[in-house]
């Protein structure tokens, strides 16, 4: 088969993964890759069918069938086809079909060799676990997800999933409209001035970062650098949101996310908070351990808290290890959800403060990790760790704040810590 590709195409194409993810911007070439894809793998592949599914049936219709005829049709590869039915045979009796997302009953029972799902992210989220996987395992036919991002959705996870590595057989791309070279840059150029930042990004960059949440707003958000930070008198807190533990370096179910611990480092005065850093990654009790030690160790905090919980229990074995082992010790108290849902503590520890311009951040590089959590809040899909742990300050503060804890922790730091 002697087709013309795009650089970006020909890249994709020739990647032996059996499940490939691209994520791909307007206009970029999707659905002629889809084609070119198609057809390549109805020539290979001698048996089952091969199987095109757009969102919708009428959508399958109107961008695959003339797409396909288009491209087969003058290497004379096409022995016959039926638009009703939405089927076409290439020679060698090679059946393709096209089918709609919307109509999961119509693709139950077929042996399928290779599976393209076209502008994916407008999937009804669990059609291809309940209804298109399956048709995949008898043959272990392959199969391309391709589309535009439509927020953080189930195409954002198998993309997620895909260039993680965790993955076996799992690939994934980003392309942008700027990477099909046919078309016109004025065109995009005039979209960039027109449309909105979020929509530009989403549409033309390929960009997962859907609309900001309603819950925080883009605005007021400064960060401060060291030298910026209120010279007021303050005293430093350390919360730490754990991740559960087991699943660390595990391969991993395929919509399951691995989430991360987050150590927030706050430093609480009359001016309100000002996060120091909020130290964040996937590691080992052992590693997590370490991290918690080592912060209390460089911000010698008044007070340590962990969410309650068998994470916590599980982390504390090895925290005290390291208490002995440099004689250092410390107080850690426990933090609880108390019977609030996660979005309510969020929002009453954060929103307010955000909104009065009390909660200032340090410039480093968590800032986008953070801030990125913050606008997508509370999309179940996207992490929200970081959050959570600059949330626990309040209950940490308070309990500061609330008791005569200030005095007697303090001493009771430094008697056994002797920093
Ligand atoms: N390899 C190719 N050779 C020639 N033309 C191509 C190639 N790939 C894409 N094109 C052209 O680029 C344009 C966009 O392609 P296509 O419709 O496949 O993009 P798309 O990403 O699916 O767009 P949309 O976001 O509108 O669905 C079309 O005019 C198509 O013919
Ligand atoms: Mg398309």
Redesign the pocket.
């Known amino acids: 088969m002697n087709?013309?590709?795009?650089p970006w195409?020909q890249e994709v194409m020739g990647d032996p993964s059996r499940f490939k993810v691209v994520v791909?911007?307007?206009?970029?070439?999707?659905?002629?890759?889809a084609a070119?894809s198609i057809i390549h793998s109805a020539l290979a592949k001698t048996k089952g069918v091969t199987m095109y599914v757009a969102p919708t049936q009428s959508m399958a219709r109107e961008?695959m069938f003339s797409k396909l005829a288009e491209i087969a049709h003058p290497m004379g590869l096409i022995e016959g086809s039926n638009i009703n039915n939405l089927e076409m045979t290439l020679v060698g009796n090679r059946k393709i079909y096209l089918k709609g997302a919307d109509r999961p009953d119509t693709m139950r029972g077929l042996s399928v060799n290779h599976l393209v799902m076209?502008?994916f992210a407008f999937f009804k989220s669990d059609v291809y676990e309940t209804i298109l996987r399956p048709t995949l395992s008898d043959l272990r036919g392959s199969a391309l997800f391709i589309g535009?991002p439509a927020g953080r959705n189930q195409f954002f996870e198998i993309y997620c999933g895909a260039v993680s590595g965790d993955w076996p057989d799992y690939n994934g791309w980003t392309f942008t409209t700027y990477d099909?070279p046919?078309?016109d840059k004025a065109e995009i150029e005039h979209a960039k001035k027109t449309l909105p930042d979020w929509a530009f990004n989403q549409e033309y960059r390929a960009s997962f970062d859907a609309k900001g949440s309603e819950f925080f707003k883009a605005s007021d958000f400064p960060t401060y650098t060291e030298s910026d930070r209120p010279k007021a008198p303050c005293q430093t807190f350390i919360a730490v949101d754990l991740a559960g533990f087991n699943e660390v370096g595990k391969s991993k179910a395929k919509t399951s996310r691995l989430d991360n611990t987050a150590l927030a480092i706050v430093k609480v005065g009359e001016y309100g908070w000002w996060v120091k850093d909020i130290i964040h990654g996937r590691w080992d009790l052992n590693e997590t351990a370490i991290k918690i030690f080592n912060a209390v160790r460089d911000y010698q905090p008044i007070s340590v808290g962990i969410e309650k919980g068998i994470a916590k229990q599980a982390v504390i074995s090895p925290l005290m290890d390291l208490m002995r082992q440099y004689n250092r010790y410390f107080r850690v108290e426990e933090l609880t959800h108390g019977n609030k849902s996660k979005t309510d503590r969020v929002m009453w520890a954060l929103q307010g403060r955000f909104e009065h311009g009390t909660i200032t951040l340090n410039k480093g590089e968590w800032n986008a990790t953070f801030l990125d959590e913050l606008f997508q809040f509370p999309n179940q899909l996207v992490h929200d760790d970081l959050i959570d742990s600059l949330a626990y300050i309040d209950q940490l503060a308070n309990i500061a704040y609330t008791s005569d804890y200030i005095e007697e922790e303090y001493e009771l730091l430094d008697a056994y810590a002797g920093y």
Not at 3 to 6: C, F, K, M, N
Not at 24 to 33: D, E, L, P
């Open positions: 087709i013309e590709l795009l195409q791909a911007g307007r206009r970029c070439g999707k659905s002629h890759m070119v961008i076209d502008e535009t099909n046919l078309v």
